[in-house]
């Protein structure tokens, strides 16, 4: 008899039938798990932040957001699974069923089995409160936490799809990014631009581009200015007219501007309700209207015939301050406006000589936004060997830019270019005041707090 049960034992436990278990939980982001239309109670797993904790005698309600997105999952689940360490805040591994939700609020939500706190976060003592809507001003205290609270999460996601935008756009038009610079070898400079580099580029691959971060030595504390910002760049071959670029920097603003728009609209209407109300009314009317052309000698006219009292007087060979480019552009109807045609001393030497006697101006633009000011800068390069070597003598830079006569010698053609600062763009399509608000890590004159 013992024999017996012991062969049958022995034959359970060799048993190819497969004993019962769940199935695996696949994991989610919150954001896919809000997409799930049709759902049939399969296991999944989310980790998150807990964005809020609602005990009630039978039922204990979750709020869990991961960053993925602007609405936060709702995790129902029985008051037995509620603890001390369930906190706003803390971070959780949550395992259960997605079910429809009998609420209209969301279309569905997950039916815990069990709930992981991963790290606690103590409330009382964390600068980010619970349901308070922080002002930015205070949030800037806290580079290393500001992320985790929605309209700083809203704005970082705007700036992940402006920076896949921008990609984009520059991909479809068949350019070629060009990589930063990383190891050097030589004495070296943090530089406000990559432009000279894309020069050489574009000399081989036609349509170069660059996006990623500039430096700025200027003491400035202005809205306007950062330390450390991101730039993109472009350089085009075989553009011998200004008008070409502005097409080109028109088209750019506006199909990213769509992109964003299309893709994170919750984000974006966040931005517009609780930081620039009007600003949906105000981006409408600079996506549907064509953007205006002024030359630099217009402009000044424009700015003494004003009836407002600038700090900077205007004058014909002064460079525009912040307060003449938002008179401009608010003179143009609130619509973008580029200026053209700068005077010589007011550019740098590779700019393009427009050869128009005494006023003596180059081929340079600037593109003015509503809020902002100059958001665009570019122009055409000098491509002719004798007017860059003259400009350059009279620099006394001849010796230092030798390679850069060395591209005029050597298969030169006509082309220009132009640098959009990132955070100037999102602060303009958002209405954002502060530019402190749209970067990670804000990095400027005094300050460097990550």
């Known amino acids: 008899m013992l024999g017996a049960l012991c062969f049958l034992r022995a034959v359970r436990f060799c048993s190819s039938a497969p004993c019962p278990r769940h199935k695996p939980s696949a994991k989610l982001s919150v954001q896919n798990a809000l997409g799930v239309q049709n759902t049939s109670g399969e296991r999944v797993k989310v980790q998150g932040w807990v964005r ?3 005990s009630q005698k039978e039922v204990l309600f979750l709020h869990v957001n991961d960053g993925s997105s602007l609405e936060s999952l709702q995790v129902v689940a029985d008051s037995s699974l509620d603890s001390r360490e369930l906190t706003f805040g803390s971070s959780v591994e949550v395992q259960g069923q997605l079910v429809k939700s009998p609420s209209k609020r969301q279309n569905v939500e997950l039916k815990a089995e069990n709930i992981k706190v991963i790290g606690n976060c103590d409330a009382k003592t964390f600068p980010i409160r619970y349901k308070e809507r922080h002002p930015l001003e205070y949030l800037r205290q806290y580079p290393h936490l500001r992320c985790r609270t929605n309209i700083l999460g809203s704005i970082l996601r705007i700036r992940s799809e402006a920076t896949a935008a921008i990609h984009s756009f520059f991909k479809a038009a ?20 990559g432009q000279l580099h894309l020069e050489v580029m574009s ?8 996006f990623g971060p500039t430096f700025r030595a200027e003491n400035s504390q202005s809205r306007r200015h950062l330390a450390e910002f991101y730039m ?3 350089e085009i071959s075989f553009v011998d007219s ?23 609209p919750e984000d974006v209407k966040l931005c517009y309700k609780f930081i620039a109300p009007g ?11 064509n953007f205006l052309i002024i030359s630099y000698t217009e402009a000044v006219e424009i700015l003494k015939r004003a009836s407002q009292n600038f700090t900077f007087t205007p004058e014909w060979g002064i460079d525009l301050q912040t307060e003449h480019e938002k008179y401009l552009v608010k003179h143009c109807g609130n619509v973008p406006v580029f200026v053209i045609n700068y005077p010589l001393a007011l550019k740098p030497f590779y700019m393009r000589d427009n ?8 081929a340079a633009v600037d593109l003015l936004v509503p809020g902002v000011g100059e958001l665009f800068g570019g122009g055409l390069r000098e491509e002719r060997y004798h007017f860059l070597e003259e400009r350059l003598a009279r620099s ?10 060395d591209l005029r010698r050597f298969g030169s053609v006509p082309h220009g270019g132009f640098g959009m600062g990132f955070e100037r763009y999102l602060q303009c399509i958002l209405g954002v005041d502060n530019i402190k608000d749209v970067i990670p890590f804000p990095r400027f004159p005094h300050s460097c707090l990550l």
């Not at 990014?177 to 004495?187: A, G, I």
């Not at 006394?396 to 006569?405: A, F, H, I």
Request: net charge neutral; hydrophobic share 40%; with cysteine.
């Open 355 to 362: 050869e128009d006697g005494p006023q003596h101006t180059v």
């Open 203 to 210: 000399g081989a691959f036609t349509q170069v581009f660059t």
């Open 52 to 54: 809020s904790v609602r």
């Open 174 to 193: 068949g350019k070629i990014k060009v990589p930063e610079e990383n190891f050097f070898n030589v004495p070296a400079f943090l530089t406000v631009s």
């Open 232 to 234: 993109i760049e472009a």
């Open 242 to 264: 200004l008008q070409d670029l502005m097409q080109v920097m028109e088209k750019l603003f506006k199909a990213t501007t769509m992109m964003v728009l299309s893709k994170c």
């Open 396 to 405: 006394r830079l001849t010796e230092v830019y030798q390679w850069y006569l």
């Open 279 to 289: 600003q949906k009314d105000r981006l409408e009317h600079m996506l549907k209207n």
